[in-house]
C-alpha cells in the first residue's frame, strides 16, 4: 500500500502539477499597466499592478490606500507643459494564488486628474518601480492592452517584455457626460490569466507531510534538478569544453559536479537572506545581472587559462608539461563548478520563502539540496559523456593530430563562450 501511495504521489506531481499558478513573467516581476483616458470633461488614469511572488513576499501586508498615494505620486501627468496633480479615487486589491503556495498581488486604482477646457498636449509618465523588472504598458482610450491589462501576457514577447514608461497624445474634452472608470472588483479581480506552476514549486505546498510523501517529493525535487540542467545555462558546454581541454578524468567530473551541488544550494540560501533581510538595501533581481557578469568573467578567465595551457604545451613539449597541466586544472576546476551553480534558480528561491511562509523550513532545505543534487548528478554525466567521447575520439584518429587539436579548441570555445556571457550581462547592470 505504501509503494501505491508513493508510485500514486511521483507520477502525480510529473504530470499534474498543483493547482496553484506562477506568474509567466517570471517570480521576480513587478509589472505596471497604465490606461490614460477622459469621461466627460476630465483625465483619469486607470492603473494596475501586478507583483510576483517575490515581490509580494517582501510586500507582506500591504496598505492599500497608502500604495495608491504612492502610485499616484509616480504617475505624472503633464498638460499643456503644466504638470498636472492625479489624486487616488478608488481602488481594490486582491491576491491570487502563486507558485508553491505563494500568493501574488494584483492591485488597480483610479487616479482622478484635471478638467480639459479644449484640445490639450498630455505627456504622461510612470515613474513607478523603476527600478524593478516585468512589463511596462500605456495605452491611450480605448486602444487594446497587449496583456489585456496584465492578465494574459503573450507569449511570443515574454522573454522580452514591453518597455513603454511614457507617452505623448493629443485629448479633447467630451462632449457627452461619461461615466469615470471605475476598479475591477469580486472574482474579476482574482483571476489574471497564469501559466502552470512547476512541479519543483508544487511540492513545498502539499498537503499531510508523512513520510512516504516527503520521501516522494525528495525524489521529485531530484528529478526536476536533474531537467532544469538540461535547460539552457549552467555550463553544460563550458564543463564539456573543459574536461576535453584539461584531459579531464572522471573523477573531475564527479568533483564538478558536488562543487555546481554546494554553489547552487549555498546561492539560494544567500538569495533568500537578501530577500528577507536585506531587500530595503539590495533588490534580489538586480543581483542576478551581476551573477551573470560574475560568471562571465571566470568564464573568460577559465578560457584563458586553458588555452594558455595549451600554448605552453605546444611550445615547450617539456616531460613534466602534463604534470603542470594538471595542477592548472584542479586550481580552475572550482571556477568551472562555481560559473556552473553561480545563479541559483528562481523557482528553488521561491521554494525557500514559500516553506518558510508555511513553517516548513527544514522541508524546504531539502527539496533544495534534492533538487541542487539532481542539477549536478545532469552536469556530471555530461561531463562523463565528454570525458568518455574525447578518449573514443583519440582511439579512432588515424594520426591522433586531429584529436591533438581538440583541446586548444575547447578551450577557444570556452573563451567565446564567457565574452558571449559577459557581453550580454554588462547592459543589465545597474
Known sequence: MKRLLLTCVVLTVLVAPAAASAHPL????????????????????????????IPTFQAGRIDA?????????????????????????EWSLAHPNGAGGLKTTRFEVILHGPRLHGRAGVTYRDRNYADRI?????????????????????????SSP??????????????LPKTRPHVTRGAGLRAPDRVADSGFAALVARDHLGAWVVLASLAVAFFWGAAHALSPGHGKTIVTAYLV???????????????????HTIGVFALGIVTLVLSRFVVPDQLYPWLNLVSGVLVVAIGASVLR??????????????????????????????SGGLLPCPSALVVLLAAISLHRLGFGLLLIVAFSAGLALAITGI????????????????????????PA???VVILAAGVVMTIHAVPKVR
Not at 514591453?162 to 462632449?175: N, W, Y
Not at 574525447?390 to 582511439?395: D, G, K
Open 26 to 53: 517570471g517570480n521576480f516581476t513587478i509589472n505596471r499597466f497604465s490606461r490614460v483616458e477622459v469621461a466627460g470633461p476630465r483625465v483619469y488614469v486607470r492603473y494596475v499592478l501586478d507583483l510576483a511572488e
Open 65 to 89: 490606500p497608502g500604495l495608491a498615494r504612492r502610485i499616484a505620486r509616480g504617475a505624472q501627468l503633464t498638460v499643456d507643459g503644466h504638470r498636472a496633480h492625479l489624486v487616488p479615487v
Open 134 to 158: 516585468g512589463w511596462k504598458e500605456i495605452v491611450v482610450g480605448d486602444a487594446p492592452s497587449r496583456s489585456h491589462e496584465l492578465r494574459a501576457y503573450p507569449k511570443d514577447l515574454l
Open 162 to 175: 514591453l518597455e513603454i514608461t511614457h507617452v505623448h497624445t493629443s485629448l479633447v474634452p467630451g462632449t
Open 245 to 263: 581541454g584539461r584531459r579531464g578524468t572522471p573523477r573531475h567530473a564527479a568533483l564538478l559536479g558536488l562543487i555546481v551541488t554546494a554553489t
Open 309 to 338: 595551457a595549451r600554448w605552453r604545451h605546444a611550445r615547450h613539449r617539456h616531460p613534466h608539461e602534463h604534470h603542470h597541466e594538471q595542477e592548472l586544472s584542479r586550481r580552475s576546476l572550482i571556477a568551472v563548478g562555481v
Open 383 to 406: 561531463g562523463l559523456v565528454a570525458v568518455v567521447a574525447r578518449s573514443a575520439f583519440r582511439r579512432v584518429s588515424l594520426d591522433g593530430r586531429l584529436a591533438s587539436f581538440l
Open 409 to 411: 579548441v575547447s578551450a
